[in-house]
């Protein structure tokens, strides 16, 4: 090889290195601890409001493999929201105002629910048996998917005691994940081709967002910016995590392996979720000006996935433990 030309291939190599070094860092500066559970094995978190306040769901120690209730954590305690009325519940979003959405087993099938002032409050279905609450903003709206009286799944939005069906992309089924402030929403739906397509709802209409190339994605969280995250199937039939922001489609890449997705968003413009480390296992990251950095796991445990962040850089989610059982967590700087 020419000197120059060798030179050059050496200066090329160190350039492609400091972009890798500034597009991933291999370790977090954040402590995770475990949030407990309500004396079951296992429990996981799903959403954080500023005030610290945590929600998720956990295993009870009367029937631990079958028996799963929604939990508010806070102050290092964690309270049993209870069910609708039969042995399921889960809580998977919480605003500053402290009210609760998830879904829960009543007597005869599974239903969105908001919880508030102690009380859980089934929030009824668009005409078919079920429901999902997903999201809640501090409005009070509340965001999920129901089955119609045509026995589809469509994802709806429920305020002042009436829920509203979202419609579809064309095809048969919806799923809504993500409202803000402004009740723009987000989340998945069925195209007329069939192809699954990530949407945003605003003003009475669902539009779809595209992917990375790939024929499917799905929209999970948006911030009053309207920065939408989630993930796509890329060109290459991987699937990465994804952010949506001015009409663009963004790629915020992976681990090291080829699955990553993005759960959650806050006001800053910070990202996070999960993938595929490239070791066999999969981890939490943070997504930061375009820095992705894995955010670790419990001692002794393998996987971990973070599912919601507040505007203080908390996040919230879950990381297996040395018995491989989930466990509750939070990550803080």
């Known amino acids: 090889m020419k000197q120059k030309s060798r030179k050059l291939f050496l200066l090329t190599i160190v350039a492609i290195a400091v972009l890798l070094a500034q597009s991933v860092s291999a370790s977090a500066p954040f402590t995770i601890v475990s949030l407990g559970s309500l004396g079951g094995p296992t429990s996981n978190a799903q959403d954080i409001n500023d005030r610290g306040q945590i929600v998720g769901s956990s295993g009870l120690p009367s029937d631990p493999t079958q028996s799963s ?43 969105a629910f908001l919880w508030q002032n102690g009380k859980m409050t089934d929030l009824g279905t668009l005409g078919g048996r079920s429901s999902a609450g997903n999201n809640i903003n501090l409005r009070g709206q509340v965001v999920g998917s129901s089955e119609t009286a045509k026995g589809r799944e469509h994802a709806f939005l429920w305020q002042n005691g009436k829920m509203t069906d979202l419609g579809t992309l064309g095809g048969s089924s919806s799923t809504a994940f993500g409202l803000n402030a402004r009740g723009q929403v987000v989340g998945v739906s069925n195209t007329a081709s069939g192809a699954q397509h990530a949407f945003l709802w605003k003003n009475g209409r669902m539009t779809d967002l595209g992917t990375l190339g790939g024929s499917s994605s799905a929209a999970l969280d948006i911030n009053a910016r309207g920065q939408i995250v989630g993930y796509s199937e890329t060109a290459s039939g991987d ?50 000006k375009g820095t992705l950095t894995d955010l670790g796991k419990l001692p002794n445990g393998i996987y971990s996935m ?28």
């Open 69 to 111: 209730h929604a939990f508010l954590w806070q102050n290092g305690k964690m309270t049993d929201l209870g069910t609708l009325g039969g042995s399921y519940s889960d809580a998977v979003a919480i605003n500053e105002r402290g009210q609760i959405v998830g879904t829960s087993l009543s007597k005869k099938a599974y239903r």
């Open 239 to 288: 699937t990465h995590a994804t952010l949506w922001q001015d009409g663009k489609v963004k790629d915020l890449g992976t681990l090291g392996g080829p699955f990553s997705q993005a759960k959650a968003i806050n006001e800053k413009g910070q990202i996070v979720g999960y993938g595929d480390n490239g070791q066999g296992a999969f981890h939490a990251f943070l997504w930061e």
């Open 306 to 333: 973070a599912l919601a962040i507040n505007e203080r850089g908390q996040i919230a989610g879950w990381s297996d433990d040395s018995s491989s059982l989930e466990q509750a967590v939070l990550w803080t700087k």
